[in-house]
């Protein structure tokens, strides 16, 4: 069994897949994943469009302007509901932070099934919503294609380019 750390470390942005399906099963973990994740009041405010047929793929594949997100099995299209997204008092609105948390743990439910993704967001949000015809109040946040990978995770990555602890601490005044 992997530990934690261990588990983030094998994850990577992969844009390389092979022409594998993804199982049902593995799918609905993966799903199960991003549902038990906490959000603020426990307002849930996330959609998941699951795109699995090719065409479909590739329309949502015109909204980003990489060719490699075509070869995905599945490209999970995460979105965030403002109508039910909690608002703190200042009416900052906590739809994109509950859904970056949901995002995360579906990530690493895929990678502990020995699937891959990638956290897309710089994709046109206006012609995704008019290709899955959302209403005003569902936001898509990010693209993540699902699949099984066609290369390895460098898991050395880590340490060449994440900063040290010590850059990212500060101890109390």
Same mark, same amino acid.
């Given at each position: 069994?992997?530990?934690?750390?261990? #588990?983030?470390?094998?994850?990577?942005?992969c844009r390389n897949y092979l022409d594998i399906p993804v199982e049902e099963e593995k799918? #609905?973990?993966?799903?199960?994943?991003?549902?038990? $994740?906490p959000s603020a009041a426990n307002q849930q405010p996330w959609i998941f469009y699951i795109i699995r047929n090719k065409?479909?793929?590739?329309n949502i594949s015109t909204t980003y302007h990489r060719e490699w997100?075509?070869?995905?099995?599945?490209i999970i299209v995460a979105c965030a509901?403002?109508?039910?997204?909690?608002?703190?008092? !200042?009416?900052?609105?906590? $739809?994109?932070?509950?859904?970056?948390?949901a995002i995360d743990h579906l990530?690493? +439910?895929?990678?502990? #099934?020995d699937l891959a993704t990638c956290w897309?967001?710089?994709?046109?949000?206006?012609?995704?919503?008019e290709i899955l015809k959302l *209403? +005003?109040?569902?936001? *898509?946040? $990010?693209?993540? *294609?699902?699949?099984?990978?066609?290369?390895?995770? !460098?898991?050395?990555?880590?340490?060449q380019f994440r900063k040290p602890l010590k850059e990212i601490i500060k101890k109390e005044l």
């Open positions: 069994m992997t530990n934690f750390v261990g #588990l983030a470390k094998k994850r990577y942005s799918l #609905l973990t993966v799903l199960e994943a991003a549902r038990i $994740a065409e479909n793929i590739n997100l075509k070869n995905a099995s599945i509901d403002h109508s039910k997204s909690w608002k703190r008092s !200042d009416g900052k609105d906590y $739809a994109d932070i509950d859904l970056a948390i990530m690493l +439910q895929a990678t502990e #099934l897309i967001c710089n994709f046109d949000s206006i012609k995704c919503s *209403p +005003q109040n569902i936001e *898509p946040l $990010a693209i993540i *294609p699902l699949a099984y990978p066609a290369d390895i995770a !460098d898991t050395n990555r880590h340490s």
